[in-house]
């Protein structure tokens, strides 16, 4: 009798501390404020750093038979602060609730603040709150990202989570953007070898962009006239040791991350010119990646020679010439044609960055670490030095796996 | 020196109460006499133990047999007894036989069970429903077997409900539930051990087992246990497992209790004791483990992969029914990150105009059920399916549109009422569904590390508990020799072991010759 | 049909040892080994295993002598009364003050992963209650325990790993040799206490079947547990590359990493519960070991009585230090310093004396009639 007595007892206890503890960590999920996204800029004032915080109104878009809440999808607030996490305090003066990282997708730094050499240390704090994930990425926008998270309003996604998750998985998926998680910034940071690319957004778009072919354009320039919303993702920030350094264009992102095996970038698709008599001037094609590439490297002597074959199937999806490519002749035309244009492409892009920025827009650099029996040795031989003189060889090896329609057929169905 | 006062205290503070009960020593005395010869005098004793005519039931007839030309009564209850019978079988042989014989046995033609002499027993056995013949001049009474007991027949099983197998279950006959038993294992060895618990009822109960199979040492604990009960009486077979539990008070429990005559003798088979009580429509087993409360007869009956689906099937459901309403705690008041964005923000917008905090919530909507529940278990049958959709209805509906209850607690908390019905062992299912209530506390005290805690502490528990020396997990921990049918079993080939924790006599079921 | 209690089998026993030594891999002690010698770190617990296995496999030798009796008893027996107790006591304190800070650096990850304003010592009595209620069940319960969840806590390892893999980078453990190879054997000598608990889980050897279990068993354990966190090791070493070493849990910060897909993007908290319920068993058999010893020390039979208060002591030790920078940097690799080279000593020390005084001959002869 007496132990069931204390064991009530007990239980009573433990059901009073579980319902009335409200300290600690409990907090109820509707207590608190979901920062979606957050905006760094630099401040009026000095030392400081303005943030910008994208706040999801959970009631709107989720409630289901609700009706037209008259409230908005999100609450964007912009303040200045001295560093991230202190920023958290600040905030709580403003919102109702407490400010909850938790579904933290997107981190927008405006370019004038990334191109800040104090960049680096303010974007560290990041790593000592504990709540911000790593799988967070880092977008670079060319405006101030107060202005940007305002601009942005996006027509189909009104809950800001949802549109940032399709935005970038789909830019990710087509490489037209970066994998620029927090993760990847800061172990490239800490390998200290290579350019990070971090990805490129734009809220307004340029006023009279120039025309590009395809893909070759940065935020804000891809022309396009409708009803939507002005935001762009494309292209990507280039950073040095932390900083940034650049822009380089969509084109070039999408073959940065064909070179990059720690992608899984999945099919795109390429422009390469007609090799064939036509009016027509360009082929569209299908690139696949499906092997990792193979680099080898010679580094001695004073130019390190570094030779990277980048193998890609290749589906060709028009035929402008008509032409027959049951014949051999005709395919080795094409696969040569594919062959140098993208081998061109990318010594293009490699040889850009390695002037420009005298490192890789990729970890490139582990490749050259088998080189070496240890730590010390490779850190002697000085890669990012060393990588400057470098003589790089690109090959590409073509295999055309489908030829698209036979010509015989399109002649049929055109008479 | 401090204890002894506290006991002293404890003493005084816990007094049992006295009652001045009145003697009966009288009644006593004259149960442990035998029967005289005296007619008259025997007439008079049992006229006044059995309170005649205060007590309806009780039928003395007094006749004179014919062939003896000597006085002789029968005294029965009317109510226990085949009246029939008693009228073919005794009294007319005994009235009209008129060619003389010698013994009673030769003038009935109903086979004579006994004769007795003691005035105690001859009670004991009418009250059972025996037809006592008691006749002048002699010194023994002649018993017959003559009991009818009013009941049902045998029936479908009602709690234990299974698609394809036997669907008979136990009645509360014990010759009906014995014969159950019996035709299912033909064998001489399978032994109906005859025991009576308590004193002033004097219930009876059945040890069923193979003595070809059974270790003796359990066998002896629990007599020991049997004998160890001092009270006047155990109703049911339910109140017996409580005696006879090792901790009577532990929320597990550790005697499986069934009223499927198959899946008795299929333990019987492995080597187990099955107790039967008259009176009660079921039995148990005993040692009983986890596994053998948590399977079912059916997972047997169907093909292995069948068999299989529904274990995996109800592991998955106990797992939910224990865990999902608290996990639900942990997850939205401690670790939010872990919730889909999608789904967090549904909830925070639902949450957002209720009033109570999600633990009162979730403990608000676990009462209800669980009301609900034994509602539609206690109405009478012809409303029984209203009470389901009107709490259902009023319930969900209601208290999500009235902003009370939000709906993903709904959700959850039907999802873990539903899958605790999948667990069919009565005791396992309320074992179920109380810890889940500690799991829910544990989670609103401190998120999912009061949860993990609580997982360890209870699993602890759980391989401390023993069931008459056999430990809870057997066979999987501690390891013993096995057909291994614990999560999955096997093709029945293959199971050809008897539970090595049984200690049993004959390990292989199936010997290969 | 009572069972003699207490006795354990070799699952159990395997899978109390594996969760001991193989929960090491998932608190700091992956980032010490990689500041030491970097990318090649993955190689420390193979070598050390390698190393720590001489003096462990003489004094499992020696102990096995000695039918039925632990590692205390043989030791005051070769000994000697009084040299013997001293060997002892600085084995006791040495191993009180392991799961002291063991136990808080658990504490720490709680409170900065998980539970950023619980108190600690909120955190910490739980931990310690939990533990004395296990401990007080008695070693065979733990091993039941222990082997009910052991399998859980390995799938979900190898299902971090694979995980993880889509993200990692194979190139990183290159160069191979990481700082260089002096620096790697220098390492593993400095990292033996990564197996001292083998060491003293010797206490436990009467309450196995047989010794030939416990010699089964333990080397089963210690070449999983060896291969288990050289494998960790290295799965941190692929995904983190050169943060590794900044990284102070590197397995919370992994599974906080990892996502399974774009709807579920966070999971760790399915792996905490997991990881949490392997560190209850680890401490609770630590905190078993501690109480065997103290009562084998001082001679108290019912040492079970003493759990609690050596919980409630331990739990007061592991609360003194300030932060969790003091423990994982100053008391902890002081610990282990003094716990390494100990331990190894001793088993010598245990394995010359049987040696010196006949004890092998003796049991030659014996085994020869």
Redesign the interface.
Same mark, same amino acid.
């Given at each position: 009798m007496l132990r069931i007595k204390v064991v009530c007892e007990i239980l009573v206890i433990f059901l009073m501390i579980s319902i009335l503890t409200g300290c600690w960590d409990r907090e109820e999920l509707e207590d608190r404020a979901y920062v979606i996204g957050i905006g760094l800029d630099r401040s009026e004032h000095k030392g400081k750093i303005q943030v910008t915080m994208l706040l999801a109104n959970p009631e709107v878009g989720s409630v289901q038979g609700g009706g037209g809440s008259p409230e908005k999808p999100r609450e964007i607030i912009s303040f200045d602060a001295n560093d991230i996490i202190a920023a958290k305090g600040t905030v709580n003066s403003i919102i109702s609730r407490i400010i909850s990282y938790d579904l933290l997708k997107i981190i927008v730094v405006s370019e004038e603040l990334a191109r800040d050499s104090r960049f680096t240390s303010i974007i560290y704090d990041i790593i000592n709150d504990k709540e911000i994930r790593m799988n967070a990425y880092l977008a670079v926008s060319n405006e101030k990202a107060s202005e940007y998270f305002l601009k942005n309003k996006p027509r189909m996604e009104t809950r800001p989570h949802k549109y940032y998750q399709y935005m970038i998985h789909h830019g990710i998926e087509n490489g037209l953007i970066p994998d620029s998680t927090l993760f990847r910034f800061f172990t490239t940071l800490e390998r200290g070898s290579d350019l990070f690319l971090a990805m490129n957004t734009a809220a307004k778009r340029e006023k009279s962009p120039r025309y590009k072919s395809e893909d070759e354009y940065t935020a804000g320039q891809v022309e396009a006239s409708g009803e939507f919303d002005d935001t762009q993702f494309i292209g990507s920030a280039v950073f040095k040791d932390g900083v940034m350094v650049g822009k380089i264009n969509g084109l070039e992102t999408v073959l940065a991350n064909v070179l990059d095996d720690s992608t899984n970038i999945k099919d795109l698709l390429v422009d390469v010119p007609n090799p064939f008599p036509g009016r027509r001037k360009q082929i569209a094609v299908r690139l696949m990646k499906r092997e990792k590439n193979k680099v080898k490297m010679d580094l001695k002597g004073e130019r390190p020679q570094i030779f990277i074959t980048i193998p890609l199937r290749v589906v060709l999806m028009t035929n402008p010439s008509k032409v027959d490519f049951s014949e051999k002749r005709n395919q080795e035309i094409i696969k040569k044609a594919i062959k140098t244009h993208t081998e061109n492409l990318y010594e293009k892009l490699l040889l850009h960055t390695q002037k420009e920025y005298k490192e890789a827009p990729y970890p490139l650099s582990f490749y050259a670490r088998k080189y070496f029996g240890t730590i010390q040795e490779f850190e002697k031989f000085n890669w990012a030095k060393k990588y400057q003189n470098a003589v790089i060889h690109m090959k590409s090896e073509i295999k055309i796996i489908d030829y698209g329609k036979k010509q015989s057929e399109i002649d049929k169905g055109e008479k | 020196m401090g204890k002894s006062i506290l006991k002293t205290l404890v003493k005084v503070l816990n007094t049992k109460p006295h009652f001045n009960e009145q003697s009966n020593q009288e009644r006593m005395e004259l149960k442990a006499q035998d029967i005289s010869t005296n007619y008259e005098q025997n007439l008079e004793n049992f006229k006044q133990i059995f309170s005649i005519p205060k007590n309806v039931d009780v039928k003395v007839r007094e006749f004179t047999i014919r062939a003896l030309n000597r006085h002789a009564f029968i005294i029965y209850l009317n109510t226990m007894t085949d009246i029939e019978l008693i009228q073919k079988s005794i009294l007319m042989p005994l009235i009209e036989n008129e060619h003389a014989a010698g013994k009673i046995q030769d003038i009935v033609s109903f086979p004579v069970e006994k004769t007795i002499t003691n005035i105690g027993d001859i009670t004991e056995n009418i009250t059972s429903g025996i037809t006592a013949l008691i006749v002048d001049g002699d010194h023994q009474c002649y018993v017959f077997e003559t009991s009818k007991v009013q009941g049902r027949s045998i029936e479908k099983s009602d709690n234990e409900v299974i698609v394809r197998g036997a669907k008979e279950a136990f009645n509360e006959k014990l010759a009906d539930n014995m014969g159950l038993i019996r035709k299912k294992i033909k064998n001489e060895n399978l032994i109906f051990e005859h025991f009576i618990v308590s004193k002033r009822s004097r219930n009876d109960v059945m040890l069923v087992y193979e003595k070809d199979l059974i270790?003796h040492?359990?066998l002896h604990?629990l007599k020991d246990k049997l004998k160890a009960i001092e009270v006047d009486s155990v109703l049911d077979l339910s109140l017996l497992e409580q005696y006879l539990e090792e901790r009577p008070?532990s929320l597990f429990p550790t005697i499986l209790n069934t009223e499927r005559p198959d899946r008795a003798v299929s333990f019987i088979e492995e080597g187990h004791i099955v107790i039967l009580m008259s009176n009660s429509p079921n039995c148990l087993v005993l040692?009983a483990t986890f596994w053998s409360l948590f399977h079912s007869p059916e997972d047997h009956y169907l093909r292995v992969p069948y068999g299989n689906f529904i274990r995996i099937l109800r592991l998955v459901a106990l797992f939910i029914s224990m865990f999902s309403s608290s996990f639900y705690i942990?997850?939205?008041?401690?670790? $939010?990150?872990?919730? +889909? +964005?999608?789904l967090?923000?549904?909830?925070?917008?639902?949450?957002?105009r $209720?009033p109570f905090?999600?633990?009162?919530e979730i403990l608000m909507m676990e009462i209800a059920f669980e009301l609900i529940r034994e509602a539609g278990l206690r109405v009478p049958s012809p409303i029984g399916p209203t009470i389901g959709i009107v709490g259902a209805l009023i319930l969900g509906q209601a208290a999500v549109q009235a902003n009370v209850i939000s709906p993903i607690v709904i959700i959850v908390i039907a999802l873990s009422g539903l899958s605790s019905f999948i667990i069919s062992d009565t005791s396992l299912n309320f074992a179920i569904r109380l810890s889940r209530f500690?799991f829910?506390?544990?989670a609103?005290?401190?998120?999912?590390?009061?949860?993990?805690?609580l997982? $360890?502490?209870g699993?602890?528990y759980l391989?401390?508990l023993k069931s008459?020396?056999?430990?809870y997990?057997a066979p999987?921990? +501690?390891?013993f020799f096995s057909s291994k049918d614990l999560i999955i079993r096997h093709v029945p080939m293959k199971e050809r072991f008897r539970p090595g924790y049984l200690?049993p006599k004959d390990m292989v079921k199936q010997r290969k010759e | 049909m009572k069972q003699k209690p207490g006795k354990l089998g070799i699952r159990e026993y395997a899978a109390i040892a594996i969760l001991m030594v193989g929960s090491k891999a998932t608190e700091d002690t992956p980032a010490f080994l990689y500041t030491g010698s970097q990318n090649a770190a993955w190689m420390v617990p193979i070598l050390s295993a390698v190393v720590f296995f001489v003096p462990l496999f003489l004094l499992i030798k020696t102990i096995s002598l000695f039918q039925g009796k632990n590692l205390f008893s043989v030791i005051q027996q070769l000994l000697g009364k009084y040299i013997g107790f001293l060997v002892c006591l600085v084995i006791f304190i040495i191993s009180s003050l392991g799961i002291s800070y063991d136990s808080r650096t658990y504490i720490d990850i709680i409170k900065a992963f998980y539970f950023n304003s619980t108190p600690h010592l909120v955190l910490y009595a739980i931990l310690m209650a939990i533990c004395t209620y296990g401990a007080k069940k008695g070693i065979q319960h733990i091993g039941s325990v222990s082997y009910l969840i052991v399998f859980y806590t390995l799938l979900s390892g190898y299902f971090i790993f694979i995980i993880s893999f889509q993200d990692s980078n194979f190139q990183a453990i290159l160069p191979i040799w990481g700082s260089g190879i002096p620096r790697i054997f220098k390492e593993s000598i400095h990292r033996l206490p990564l197996f001292a608990d083998f060491f003293l889980l010797t206490m436990l050897i009467p309450y196995l079947k047989s010794s030939k279990e416990f010699r089964k068993g333990t080397w089963i354990a210690y070449s999983y547990v060896t291969i288990h966190i050289s494998t960790a090791i290295l799965m941190f070493i692929v995904l983190f590359d050169r943060s590794s070493g900044a990284i102070g849990y590197p397995f919370h910060t992994l599974i906080r990493y990892i996502s399974l897909g774009n709807y579920i993007p966070n999971v760790e908290i399915i792996f905490f519960v997991i990881w949490i319920m392997g560190a209850f068993i680890r401490f609770t058999a630590f905190l078993y070991v501690n109480a065997l010893m103290f009562g084998y020390m001082f001679k108290i039979k019912d040492f079970e009585y003493l759990i609690p208060s050596l919980a409630a002591i331990y739990l007061m030790i592991g609360i003194i230090p300030e932060s969790s920078m003091d423990v994982s940097h100053d008391l902890k690799p002081m610990v282990q310093s003094a716990a390494g080279p100990a331990f190894a000593a001793i088993s010598l020390m245990v394995w010359i004396a049987a040696l010196l005084k006949g004890e092998f001959k003796h049991a030659k002869n014996k085994s020869g009639l």
């Open positions: - | 270790n040492e359990t604990s008070r040692p942990a997850i939205t008041n401690y670790h $939010v990150g872990m919730i +889909p +964005p999608d967090l923000m549904a909830i925070a917008g639902a949450r957002e $209720v905090p999600s633990i009162i500690l829910i506390f544990a609103g005290f401190i998120g999912i590390y009061g949860f993990g805690a997982i $360890v502490l699993l602890f391989t401390s008459f020396g056999v430990p997990f999987m921990t +501690p390891h200690k | -």
